[in-house]
C-alpha cells in the first residue's frame, strides 16, 4: 500500500502575492483523492517528532533558537517565509512525516511526503524556503533506528541540494546525488558526493539520457540499503524559478525511471515533493500528481 504524509498545516498561510504556492499542499491531496488515485486510507497524520531526531541532523543551538523564534532578522530574511510559531511547527510536522514515511517504506517499497524535500536547510541555518532538512533528518533516524546503514540521496530538483551536501560532507554512509540547473539558485553552490549542473534549456532527451548512465551507476557503486528521492518538479519549462526545460511528459519518465529502478533493485526509497513554481498550479499539480500515479502503479 502507498502511504502518503500530510497534515493540514502543510498549507501555512502566506502574505498575499507572496511567491511559495502553498496551496499545492491543499489541492494535491484532493486531487489524488478526486481521481481515485488515492483513498483516505493512503493517508497518515505525522506530529511533532522527538527532538533528538531533528538535532541529529541539525545544530542543537540552531534548532532551539528556531524553536524560540530567536534567528537573527537577517538570518531569519533568508528563509524567505514570515517566521512564527506555526511556521515552525509545520517544519517539524513535515520532518516527522518523512521520518514515518521511511518506515512505511520499509514495509512497501515506497512512501511519500506531500510537502518536504527542504534540501536548503543547512545543519546550522535555513534558507529559501527551508529550515530543517527532512530528508537529512530521516536518513538521520534510519541510522539511529539500525533501520539502514548505506544511504543515496537522489535529488533531482532542480535547485542544488546544498543543504544536504553540508550536512553529509563528512560522511561518506550517506551519499549525496544532486543533478540541477548551473545557473540556478544557490549561485554559491556546496559539494555534494556527485553534482551534475546542467545548463539552461536542457530538454527531455538530453535530461532522461543523463540521468540513466548515472543513477543505476551510483547504485551499483555505493549499494544503498535506503534511497530518499527529491522529486520537485521545478524542473519544467513552465517554471519561474527553473531554467531547464522538461515537458511534463519528461517530468513523468525522469519519475518513472527513478521508481523503476529503485523497485528493481529491491531498495526502499521514500518521496519527498521539493520546489514547483510553474504560473499555473494546475501545471504544479498535474506534474507533482503523476509522481504518486506511478508510485500507485510501480509498487501496488
Known amino acids: 500500500m502507498l502511504k502518503i504524509a500530510y497534515h493540514p498545516i502543510y498549507n501555512h498561510p502566506l502574505p498575499e502575492g507572496h511567491r511559495f504556492p502553498m496551496i499545492k499542499y491543499e489541492l494535491l491531496p484532493k486531487q489524488l ?9 493512503n493517508f497518515f497524520a505525522p506530529e511533532i517528532p522527538n527532538d533528538k531526531y531533528i538535532v541529529a541532523a541539525h545544530d542543537a543551538e540552531y534548532f532551539y533558537d ?3 523564534l530567536k534567528i537573527p532578522h537577517k538570518e531569519a530574511r533568508k528563509i524567505g517565509f514570515p517566521l512564527d510559531e506555526n511556521l515552525v511547527e509545520r517544519e ?3 520532518a516527522d512525516g518523512t521520518m514515518k514515511a521511511c518506515e512505511y517504506a520499509l514495509q512497501y517499497g515506497v512512501a511519500m511526503n506531500i510537502a518536504g524535500g527542504t534540501h536548503h536547510a543547512y545543519s546550522n541555518r535555513g534558507e529559501a524556503f527551508c529550515m530543517l532538512n ?50 540556478n539558485y544557490p549561485f554559491k553552490k556546496e559539494v555534494s558526493d556527485l553534482d551534475i549542473s546542467l545548463e539552461k534549456g536542457t530538454n527531455d532527451e538530453e535530461y532522461l539520457s543523463i540521468l540513466k548512465d548515472t ?26 524559478l527553473g531554467t531547464l526545460a522538461l515537458s511534463l511528459n519528461g517530468c513523468k519518465q525522469r519519475d518513472e525511471f527513478v521508481l523503476k529502478t529503485c523497485k528493481e533493485h529491491g531498495i526502499p526509497v521514500q518521496c519527498s515533493m ?17 509522481t504518486f500515479r506511478l508510485a500507485t502503479v510501480i509498487f501496488t
Open 215 to 240: 543513477l543505476p551507476g551510483l547504485i551499483e557503486k555505493h549499494r544503498p540499503d535506503f534511497i530518499f528521492y527529491l522529486c520537485g518538479v521545478d524542473v519544467l519549462e513552465t517554471d519561474k
Open 92 to 94: 517539524r510536522i513535515i
Open 274 to 290: 521539493g520546489g514547483g513554481y510553474s504560473m499555473e498550479i494546475k501545471t504544479i499539480i498535474e506534474a507533482h500528481a503523476n
Open 33 to 41: 483523492l478526486y481521481e481515485g488515485t488515492c483513498t483516505d486510507e
Open 66 to 68: 528556531l524553536l524560540n
Open 134 to 183: 527532512d530528508q537529512a533528518i530521516g536518513a538521520r533516524y534510519l541510522q539511529s533506528k539500525n533501520l539502514a546503514n548505506r544511504i543515496l540521496i537522489v535529488d533531482l530538483d532542480v535547485h542544488q541540494g546544498n543543504g544536504t551536501a553540508e550536512i553529509f560532507q563528512n560522511d561518506a554512509s550517506v551519499f549525496t546525488f544532486s543533478m540541477h540547473g548551473s545557473g
